[in-house]
Every structure is written in structure tokens, then in C-alpha cells.
């Protein structure tokens, strides 16, 4: 099975280094030196790490071949793709994989069907499940310890426990102090 790790991000210096927008839990695992990686587009790769070393917070990678500033800014973009046995899980238990979660059916504690995960979208500050509903509609979960309880991969299945309005908009009341002053006149 293939996985996104890291998007080449622009050159840094002039000796072919590229910044890294990691999408791995384990970039040490699969972002070391010697890793072969598969492109995208595939036109760009197969590309072979030299080395990595992190600057300023960030990672930075160099790859075979590629000496130079003009060619690295040349793979500006590319995703970064490694082959991971489908069976392999995380070493941390509470740690995931993306493909174990796609597909697994969203459940309320008291096991009312919510929909499914058909994406996870990895923000900044955390990560979010894109649930389709029944009714063909999405809903946006946060995939935080407050709100998914549970990941039951035998079961095929995440518990949730939303805050009000998270789920039903019937449950919130939104109401704005233009709102109220327009009731008043």
C-alpha cells in the first residue's frame, strides 16, 4: 500500500536541500536516509534520500542527484510516497494510520449511526474526520480524545461523544445581538 509522507516544500540554500511538509507520525522511520521514495508525479522520482537534518524547526531533506538549487526548487510540490504493508500498525497503540480509519463507521456511545469516514484532513492544530452522513451530506469531526472516544478497528468503528451542535444544528442556538435588537423593533 502507498502512502503520502512529506510534500517537497521550496529550496533552502544553494546545495540542492529541500524543506519538507511532513505528513508522517514517523518521519524518522520513513524519511531517513537510504529511504527510496515513489513521486507525484511520478515523473519526478523515484527519489532516494541522502540526508536529513532539521533547521529552524523544519525538516530538510537532500536526495541523490540533486546538487543544485534550480534542481531542487524543480521538485517543489511533489508528494512523497512510501510502500507500507497494508498490516503494519503504528508502535504507540493509540497512534493510526490513515487507511485503518477510512471507511470505518461513525457511532454516538449509545451507538446511534452517525455515517462514515470517507477523509481525514490534517490541519495544523489536529486532524479532522470527514464523515459522510445517510442523507449524502458531510460532517466535519475533530479527530481530538474529547470527542472520538474510540477507535475499534475489529469492530470497524468510532465512538463519538460530540459537544452540543456539533452533530444536529437544531441543537445550537446562535443568536447575534443584531438578531435580538431587530426582535426588539
Given at each position: 500500500?502507498?502512502?503520502v509522507?512529506?510534500?517537497?516544500?521550496?529550496?533552502?540554500?544553494?546545495?540542492?536541500?529541500?524543506?519538507?511538509e511532513?505528513?508522517?507520525?514517523?518521519?524518522e522511520?520513513?524519511?531517513?536516509?537510504?529511504?527510496?521514495?515513489?513521486?507525484?508525479?511520478?515523473?519526478?522520482?523515484?527519489?532516494?534520500?541522502?540526508?536529513?537534518?532539521?533547521?529552524?524547526g523544519?525538516?530538510?531533506l537532500?536526495?541523490?542527484?540533486?546538487r543544485?538549487?534550480?534542481?531542487?526548487?524543480a521538485?517543489?510540490?511533489?508528494?512523497?510516497?512510501a510502500?507500507?504493508?497494508?498490516e503494519?500498525?503504528p508502535?504507540?497503540?493509540?497512534e493510526f494510520?490513515?487507511?485503518?480509519?477510512?471507511?470505518?463507521?461513525?457511532?454516538?456511545v449509545?451507538g446511534?449511526?452517525?455515517?462514515?469516514?470517507?477523509?481525514?484532513?490534517h490541519?495544523?492544530?489536529?486532524?479532522?474526520?470527514?464523515v459522510?452522513?445517510?442523507?449524502?451530506?458531510e460532517?466535519?469531526i475533530?479527530?481530538?480524545?474529547a470527542?472520538v472516544?474510540?477507535i475499534?478497528?475489529?469492530?470497524?468503528?468510532?465512538?463519538?461523544s460530540?459537544?452540543?451542535?456539533l452533530?444536529?444544528?437544531?441543537e445550537?442556538?446562535?443568536?447575534?445581538?443584531?438578531?435580538a435588537?431587530?426582535?426588539?423593533?
Amino acid at each position: 500500500m502507498q502512502l503520502v509522507v512529506a510534500r517537497i516544500g521550496r529550496a533552502h540554500g544553494i546545495k540542492g536541500e529541500v524543506t519538507v511538509e511532513v505528513r508522517t507520525d514517523e518521519p524518522e522511520l520513513r524519511l531517513g536516509p537510504g529511504a527510496v521514495l515513489a513521486t507525484d508525479p511520478a515523473s519526478a522520482g523515484p527519489l532516494t534520500i541522502e540526508t536529513g537534518r532539521v533547521h529552524s524547526g523544519r525538516l530538510l531533506l537532500r536526495f541523490e542527484g540533486v546538487r543544485d538549487r534550480n534542481a531542487a526548487e524543480a521538485l517543489r510540490n511533489t508528494l512523497l510516497i512510501a510502500e507500507v504493508d497494508p498490516e503494519e500498525l503504528p508502535e504507540d497503540p493509540e497512534e493510526f494510520y490513515d487507511h485503518q480509519l477510512m471507511d470505518l463507521d461513525v457511532v454516538l456511545v449509545d451507538g446511534t449511526e452517525i455515517g462514515r469516514i470517507t477523509e481525514i484532513s490534517h490541519l495544523p492544530s489536529q486532524d479532522l474526520f470527514i464523515v459522510e452522513r445517510p442523507d449524502g451530506s458531510e460532517l466535519m469531526i475533530p479527530f481530538v480524545e474529547a470527542i472520538v472516544t474510540e477507535i475499534d478497528l475489529e469492530k470497524q468503528r468510532a465512538v463519538i461523544s460530540p459537544p452540543p451542535g456539533l452533530i444536529d444544528e437544531s441543537e445550537a442556538e446562535i443568536a447575534s445581538s443584531r438578531d435580538a435588537s431587530e426582535d426588539d423593533a
